[in-house]
C-alpha cells in the first residue's frame, strides 16, 4: 500500500466512479483499475461496490476512506512543515478554529499578525474542541485556537484575556432591567437557557454555589446556535461576550454575566511534544503578548 493507491482511491470515493476519477486524475482507467485491484488484493478486503456507473465503498473501503485522508494530510502537513525548517516563520499555517472564535481573529489581531507577516498563508480547520484537539494529537493541524474549558495536559497553550459569559436574549426576558447592564445569576433563575454543552460543567457549579438550579431548555454545541434560539424568541442564551460582536438578530439585549466563575478565555495550543514548526509557535507567542485586544473588541 503506498500514497499514489490511497490518492487515487480517495478520489475515487469522492467522485463516485472510476470514470470520473480518471479524468480528474488525468490517467486512463486501466491503469487506474489495476491499481485498485492490486490494493484489495494486497490488503485481502473489497474495498469498492462496482457497477456500470459507479462505485461505492464498502464497510472496508469507508474504513480506508477515512484513514487514507488523514494519512495524506500527514503527509501532505509534514512536507510543507520540512520546507519550514528552511524558511522560518513563513509558509502555509494549519490553523484549527472554533465557531466562538470569529471575530477575535478577524479583528486587529490577525491583522497586525498578517502585517507583521506578510509571507504567512493559512489553511483553517474548523470543528468543535474535541475534533481540533484530536487532530492536534494526530498531527492534522500545527495549532489551534479553542475557548477554555478544556483538558490542556499534553498542550502548550498562550491564553488571551479572560471574558465574561453574556445572556442574550428579548427584551421580555429582562423585564425591570436596563439594556446592557450587568447581571447576577440570579436575575436568571427560572429563565430558560440556551448554551454551549461544554459550558455545562462551569454553570452547573456557579448556580450550586449560590443554591439554584438553572432551567435548562436547550443544550447544543456551537454558540451561534444559541443566538439563533434566542432570536427566535425561545430562551436566553448564554454565550462569550466576543461572540456578541457577530450578529444577533434585531431587538435581543445582552447583559453580562458578574460572575468570575462562569468566565472564559480563548487560547492558541500546540502540542508540548514533538516537532512543532517556528511558523506555529511565532503565531502562538504572538497571540500570547497581544496587546491590541481592547481595540479589536471595540470594533
Known amino acids: 500500500m503506498n500514497s499514489k493507491q490511497l490518492h487515487y482511491f480517495v478520489t475515487i470515493v469522492e467522485t463516485g466512479s472510476f470514470t470520473a476519477a480518471a479524468q480528474t486524475l488525468g490517467l486512463s482507467q486501466p491503469p487506474l483499475s489495476k491499481q485498485i485491484m492490486a490494493l484489495e488484493e494486497e490488503l485481502g478486503v473489497s474495498l469498492l461496490v462496482r457497477s456500470s456507473r459507479k462505485a461505492v465503498p464498502t464497510q472496508a473501503g469507508t474504513f480506508l476512506y477515512d484513514r487514507a485522508k488523514n494519512i495524506l494530510g500527514i503527509m501532505d502537513s509534514t512536507e510543507r512543515q520540512l520546507h519550514g525548517f528552511r524558511n522560518g516563520a513563513r509558509g502555509i499555517l494549519k490553523l484549527g478554529t472554533i465557531s466562538s472564535s470569529g471575530h477575535m481573529l478577524t479583528g ?13 498563508r493559512f489553511e483553517l480547520t474548523e470543528g468543535n474542541t474535541y475534533q481540533l484537539l484530536e487532530h492536534l494529537k494526530n498531527g492534522l493541524i500545527e495549532c489551534a485556537v479553542l475557548r477554555t474549558p478544556f483538558n490542556s495536559d499534553g498542550f502548550h497553550c498562550c491564553y488571551g484575556p479572560t471574558e465574561p459569559l453574556v445572556a442574550v436574549g428579548a427584551p421580555s426576558s429582562f423585564q425591570g432591567l436596563a439594556p446592557g447592564r450587568a447581571i447576577e445569576l440570579t436575575d436568571l433563575a427560572g429563565k430558560p437557557l440556551i448554551y454551549y454543552r461544554r459550558f455545562e460543567a462551569i454553570l452547573f457549579a456557579a448556580f450550586q454555589s449560590i443554591g439554584l438550579e438553572p432551567y435548562i431548555f436547550c443544550r447544543n454545541d456551537d454558540a451561534r446556535t444559541c443566538l439563533l434560539w434566542a432570536g427566535a424568541g425561545l ?21 453580562p454575566i458578574l460572575s468570575r466563575s462562569t468566565a472564559t478565555r480563548m487560547a492558541v495550543v500546540h502540542k508540548k511534544t514533538g516537532y512543532v514548526s517556528q511558523l506555529a509557535r511565532e503565531f502562538a507567542a504572538y497571540f500570547e503578548h497581544y496587546q491590541g485586544w481592547e481595540e479589536s473588541d471595540a470594533d
Open 108 to 120: 486587529t489581531f490577525l491583522k497586525d499578525f498578517c502585517r507583521d507577516y506578510p509571507d504567512v
Open 235 to 255: 430562551g436566553v442564551a448564554l454565550v462569550p461576550e466576543t461572540i456578541c460582536n457577530l450578529s444577533i438578530g434585531s431587538g435581543l439585549e445582552r447583559h
